[in-house]
């Protein structure tokens, strides 16, 4: 402790991020600071700490930290860390659903409109779109009533030829200088009205169309404009009676047993509810305002800020709103409501967090037992010298040597983590020698330690092949030859489930319920799917016919005769010996070879 005390005394008066290390070096928690020194030391005092925090306390080993220019500079940087390390001891919002949203580039000279689900400062945006109305169905009202256009094409000097839309009457065609700008300018204020829940325009002329193409009895297209008019109606009931009609609002509550947290958001858009959504995640070392914050912060890194946030915690009102205008342009109002509507609202999202606690304990139970508890487990049964909180599993496939492919297969705290697979393409393995195939994968992806690359391969605490002794006796080879002594490796043999690890020669066996094994044989088959797929999409740019050539006896005539059978290499590859021997100049002899050729690794 007496190298942290001498590090406690350099602490500067400086906002900024502390992480706080394992003995191992694994960042285990990250939180900002107004004051580094103070907030920092805090941990370090002999007073009374919630459990969370001390056992987090008890864990530390090193500490380090970064000076940021502001509180708003350190808050933005603590969302990034987290979301690169997810520690253990930090709140983490998995909240990687977003939702549509419909964007008129207002920065155009002549605006476009399009479906969107990323925000950017670079025009006017509508939603989310929660509740089961398609962005798509409001696009083509704003294309039929306002005729905007919908595609990229750019608008230059140069008139182009009009497309379908002009001649549909569902654009003004600037791009053949068939309007005017000021014309065209006029309906986008007309659709942007409409857009922020002004419809009865946009009704009244959907109704005359539809009445129109009803009278000329062209019921299809009548159909389809009752459809755009039932679809404003269910729009309209979603309207908030007493919100004004300006208001975008984010109604949150959350809720929390001491072990779990849950928040619930109620979104509303232009006086409209448009959905609600809530969230579990378990109880970080923070403090519960400090939650609170990290929550929000996360959450509104994937989503828009509205104009209003309404909630009863107490958190830095101050900073979220210097964020907001840091992330979105326009500072966000903060209401802590008595009374009216928005009180109603944050009644109900306090509801909705309490059920969603009530409901979820068991499922978070289940999904740590599945998860973190399984890795601690496995760590425990197999000796392992560090928690695997990254695991890796590699595969290898291909067709008797034909477009083989390797898997890389990443499970964070025993969840996937798919951003961070992995495939490649096999260079320098002739014919098909899983073995050399699983070396040269295993050794251009460990070359990447220790290289500026390794910030986006992290270092794995434990690897995980597809095999028995063999294969993980070759990829010991790999790490044996590049120097590689801290990170584990395992194998998992399919037949009996057998694990193997370099402590010991005999297997271990674990029961077919055990959390551990199931997780290691959910990666396993993670890392065998995510193979097969990339072969596959591989194979199939490939003359598919050509694989046959490839298995002896089977000539020009009866490839013809295969596929004429089978329509695709896909069912051939998937038939049994029966059906292979059935189709005409094949046999028995023959279908057992091409069966056998194609069970090398499918």
Request: include cysteine.
């Amino acid at each position: 402790m007496s190298v942290l005390q001498e590090k406690l005394k350099l602490l500067p008066d400086s906002p900024g991020v502390y992480l706080m290390l394992d003995r191992d070096g694994t960042v285990i928690y990250v939180g900002k600071a107004r004051v580094l020194k103070n907030r920092v030391r805090q941990y370090f005092h002999a007073s009374a700490k919630p459990y969370k925090v001390q056992a987090m306390v008890e864990n530390i080993a090193d500490f380090s930290y970064i000076v940021a220019p502001t509180e708003v500079d350190a808050l933005a940087l603590e969302n990034n860390l987290i979301k690169k390390y997810k520690p253990k001891y930090n709140i983490l919002l998995k909240d990687d659903k977003t939702y549509p949203y419909i964007k008129v580039h207002t920065r155009e000279e002549y605006p476009h409109v399009s479906v969107t689900r990323r925000i950017k400062k670079d025009g006017r945006y509508f939603g989310p779109f929660m509740g089961g109305i398609r962005c798509k169905d409001i696009v083509d009202v704003v294309a039929q009533v306002y005729h905007l256009r919908t595609c990229t094409v750019a608008v230059g000097a140069a008139a182009k030829k009009p497309c379908l839309d002009y001649h549909l009457h569902r654009c003004l065609a600037p791009c053949a200088h068939l309007c005017t700008r000021e014309a065209y300018a006029e309906n986008v204020e007309k659709a942007l009205s409409f857009l922020a829940g002004n419809y009865a325009e946009a009704e009244k002329i959907l109704t005359e169309k539809m009445l129109r193409f009803a009278a000329g009895e062209e019921f299809e297209l009548a159909m389809e404009y009752r459809e755009k008019i039932a679809m404003l109606k269910k729009l309209q009931l979603k309207r908030i009676t007493a919100m004004p009609r300006d208001v975008d609002a984010d109604v949150w509550a959350f809720a929390s047993n001491g072990l779990y947290h849950t928040a619930s958001v109620l979104v509303t858009r232009g006086g409209m509810m448009q959905g609600s959504r809530s969230f579990s995640a378990e109880e970080g070392a923070g403090e519960r305002s400090e939650a609170v914050l990290s929550i929000l912060i996360q959450y509104y890194a994937n989503h828009e800020f509205p104009h209003e946030i309404v909630l009863d915690e107490p958190i830095d009102d101050e900073l979220l709103v210097s964020y907001s205008l840091r992330r979105g342009g326009r500072g966000v109002t903060i209401l802590r409501p008595r009374s009216g509507v928005r009180r109603e609202l944050a009644d109900m999202a306090a509801r909705n967090a309490t059920e969603y606690l009530e409901k979820s304990v068991s499922a978070i139970a289940h999904k740590n037992d599945m998860t973190k508890n399984a890795c601690a487990r496995l760590q425990k049964l197999l000796h392992l010298r560090k928690y695997p909180k990254r695991m890796e599993c590699y595969d290898i496939s291909n067709i008797s040597g034909v477009d083989k492919v390797g898997s890389m297969v990443v499970f964070s705290d025993g969840e996937a983590d798919k951003f961070s697979y992995r495939r490649f393409r096999i260079k320098t393995v002739e014919g098909a020698d899983d073995f050399a195939s699983l070396r040269e994968v295993l050794t251009r992806r460990l070359q990447k330690l220790g290289t500026p690359e390794e910030e986006r391969f992290p270092r794995p605490q434990l690897i995980v092949i597809d095999g028995g002794k063999g294969q993980l006796s070759a990829v010991k080879g790999v790490l044996d030859e590049l120097g590689v002594e801290d990170i584990e490796l395992i194998s998992l043999a399919k037949r009996e489930e057998e694990i193997y690890t370099l402590g010991s020669p005999e297997s271990v066996r674990l029961d077919r319920s055990d959390y551990a094994l199931q997780m290691l044989q959910r990666i396993r088959d993670e890392a065998h799917r995510f193979a097969i797929t990339y072969f596959r999409s591989l194979h199939s740019k490939r003359n598919l016919a050509s694989v046959l050539e490839e298995i002896e006896g089977v000539g020009k005539r009866k490839r013809a005769a295969l596929l004429a059978a089978f329509g695709t290499i896909d069912k051939i590859m998937r038939a049994s010996e029966e059906e292979l021997a059935g189709v005409e100049g094949i046999g028995p002899a023959l279908a057992a070879r091409i069966r056998a050729y194609f069970e090398e690794t499918l």
